[in-house]
């Protein structure tokens, strides 16, 4: 962990552009004033004064944002070829030390919130509870503990089984009465990670999500779930889970089988959508090799599916929120939201929007848009300066100058490279 992590000072800083991460058009020759851990004044850089106390910088040709966010992501869990393999070899603590190591490279890349979206035992609040007392360096963490799944279900080494409504509705309780996750996440179908499982078939009845929706929202926290196939996306909507992770409409063939009636219900009900493009394609942008070849079933969604899926949900008025599930095989924590962002413009999506989606839509999904999201005067010092424009050219949010992470400055990473592949290497 770097020194500069354990001090917080007073800074104004003009920049060239400032994107407060509303979605409006930047506002050109800008100014932020920092004092602590908050957002004082932001706007333009006539309108904001420097106190004597406060250290000045100035980075003309860099855009201000507030820092990006990833609401999935599975910080304890170790990214190799075979993760569950890797995780059932290693002790609590020392997946704890390789969440603390990926937390830090996760800050350092500019993403000062993440979610945890599933982690074996009490793991992840570990992570959360280090870095929230200033012994570890990461992002603003949110966890959910252990999965809730049925009994032999996806995840269920990571100790989180429930069966039936009452069950359930136990389990969801027992996570945030007794062990404090700030949300639950339930498996609405099989998983690729799980043998024994079935990313096509329903795991839960409606009426089990909806125990876990309804106890989730009576204790004031929301649920998110995972899912694959149509049927178990259709179910998590309609029980009233409030965003689906993955979402990927995976049809009886392992095919891409997209539902209009299923994206239109979620769109009705305001069920939000975590497409996870890079978890899905990475392997095969880095390697020029379709994902289908490490797969047992011929008919898998290769990367063109997964980005028309993103699409094609977007074109359906569902609310995409940014995740990428790092941690899973193939993935690099600190590159693949970059990746997961890219490829959101890759799919057709302005890049303008993306970044609202990753920041202040972000924030709104988690529950905390009245703490971070946005570059407001009172909200935390969650701040990423990048050189370039990232609204217009979207890889700009590799090029990394400076971080504060509620205040305190976090040397960046060198600079990433742009993708082995362009942006246009799939039409959609």
């Keep these: 962990m770097g020194i500069e992590s354990l001090h917080r000072e007073a800074f104004r800083i003009t920049v060239g552009r400032l994107l407060d991460g509303s979605g409006e058009p930047p506002i050109e020759d800008a100014a932020l004033l920092i004092l602590d851990d908050r957002i004082v004044a932001a706007g333009p850089a006539h309108a904001v004064a420097r106190p004597e106390d406060a250290r000045s910088l100035d980075l003309p040709d860099s855009t201000a944002l507030?820092?990006?966010?990833?609401?999935?992501?599975?910080?304890?869990?170790?990214?190799?070829?075979?993760?569950?393999?890797?995780?059932?070899?290693?002790?609590?603590?020392?997946l704890v030390v390789r969440g603390v190591a990926h937390s830090e490279r996760m800050v350092r890349a500019g993403i000062t919130t993440a979610y945890d979206c599933g982690a074996?035992?009490?793991?992840?609040?570990?992570?959360?509870?280090?870095?929230?007392?200033?012994?570890?360096?990461?992002?603003?963490?949110?966890?959910?503990?252990r999965p809730v799944t049925q009994t032999n279900g996806h995840c269920h080494f990571m100790g989180?089984?429930?069966?039936?409504?009452?069950?359930?509705?136990?389990?969801?309780?027992?996570?945030?009465?007794?062990?404090?996750?700030?949300?639950?996440?339930?498996?609405?179908?099989?998983?690729?990670?799980?043998?024994?499982?079935?990313?096509?078939?329903?795991?839960?009845?409606?009426?089990?999500?909806?125990?876990?929706?309804?106890?989730?929202?009576?204790?004031?926290?929301?649920?998110?779930?995972?899912?694959?196939?149509?049927?178990?996306?259709?179910?998590?909507?309609?029980?009233g889970i409030d965003s689906i992770q993955h979402c990927t409409m995976l049809g009886e063939q392992w095919q891409w089988a997209f539902s209009e009636d299923v994206a239109r219900g979620m769109a009705e009900r305001g069920t939000r959508a975590i497409p996870t493009i890079s978890a899905g394609t990475r392997y095969e942008v880095e390697t020029g090799k379709e994902i289908t070849q490490l797969q047992p079933n011929p008919g898998?969604?290769?990367?063109?599916?997964?980005?028309?899926n993103a699409r094609a949900l977007y074109d359906a008025g569902?609310?995409?929120?940014?995740?990428?599930?790092?941690?899973?095989?193939?993935?690099?924590?600190?590159?693949?939201?970059?990746?997961?962002?890219?490829?959101?413009?890759?799919?057709?999506?302005?890049?303008?929007?993306?970044?609202?989606?990753a920041t202040a839509r972000a924030a709104w999904h988690l529950g905390i848009e009245g703490e971070t999201g946005m570059l407001r005067p009172g909200l935390q010092a969650d701040v990423l300066i990048v050189d370039g424009a990232p609204d217009h050219d979207i890889t700009d949010l590799r090029r990394t100058r400076f971080i504060l992470r509620g205040g305190r400055r976090v040397q960046p990473t060198p600079p990433r490279p742009k993708p082995v592949r362009g942006l246009d290497a799939v039409p959609v």
């Design 66 to 94: 507030p820092g990006l966010m990833d609401v999935h992501v599975h910080v304890a869990l170790p990214p190799t070829v075979d993760p569950i393999g890797s995780m059932a070899e290693e002790t609590d603590d020392d």
């Design 318 to 357: 569902v609310t995409l929120v940014p995740g990428t599930d790092v941690g899973i095989n193939f993935t690099d924590f600190g590159e693949d939201l970059f990746f997961e962002l890219e490829a959101w413009v890759g799919a057709g999506l302005d890049p303008a929007h993306v970044i609202h989606c």
């Design 120 to 145: 074996r035992g009490t793991t992840a609040y570990r992570i959360r509870d280090a870095i929230g007392r200033d012994l570890a360096l990461g992002p603003r963490l949110l966890v959910s503990g």
């Design 300 to 308: 898998r969604m290769n990367r063109a599916d997964w980005w028309a």
């Design 160 to 239: 989180g089984e429930a069966d039936g409504v009452d069950g359930v509705r136990a389990a969801v309780r027992r996570l945030l009465e007794d062990e404090g996750a700030d949300g639950i996440k339930i498996m609405a179908t099989g998983g690729g990670l799980t043998p024994g499982t079935d990313s096509r078939h329903a795991s839960y009845s409606i009426e089990e999500l909806a125990a876990a929706a309804d106890e989730a929202h009576r204790l004031g926290k929301r649920v998110t779930s995972h899912a694959h196939g149509v049927p178990g996306i259709d179910n998590a909507s309609k029980a």
